[in-house]
């Protein structure tokens, strides 16, 4: 099982990037999929997560910025990041769930959005 990040780097404030998350090894049209971050020194946040139906939801943090889409032909997922703020700076983590349990996570990949 995999799931493996990419699209992570730094970007000026109010500038766009747009995260990646390949699966393998699993059903992944089965899980509820979504990326939690943490940044240095708080706590784990949850961003954002798709449902097997493809409804999404948000951290309010986020909401109206971010947008979280699945492709289950290509077992990808991927997170649409507009106006950054510095405070998006984090380790962002793709994962996987069934029955409010996370099942799998990625291994991580950094943002830094600078002032």
């Known amino acids: 099982v995999q799931l493996v990040e990419s699209g992570g780097g730094l970007v000026q404030a109010g500038g766009s990037l747009r995260l990646s998350c390949a699966a393998s090894g699993f059903t992944f049209d089965d899980y509820t999929i979504g990326w939690f971050r943490q940044a240095p020194g708080k706590e784990r946040e949850g961003v954002a997560a798709i449902n097997v139906g493809g409804s999404p939801n948000y951290a309010d943090s986020v909401k109206g910025r971010f947008t979280i889409s699945r492709d289950n032909a290509r077992n990808t997922m991927y997170l649409q990041m507009n106006s950054l703020k510095p405070e998006d700076t984090a380790v962002y983590y793709c994962?996987?769930?069934?029955?409010?349990?996370?099942?799998?996570w990625g291994q991580g990949t950094q943002i830094t959005v600078s002032s």
């Open positions: 994962y996987a769930s069934v029955a409010a349990t996370v099942r799998y």
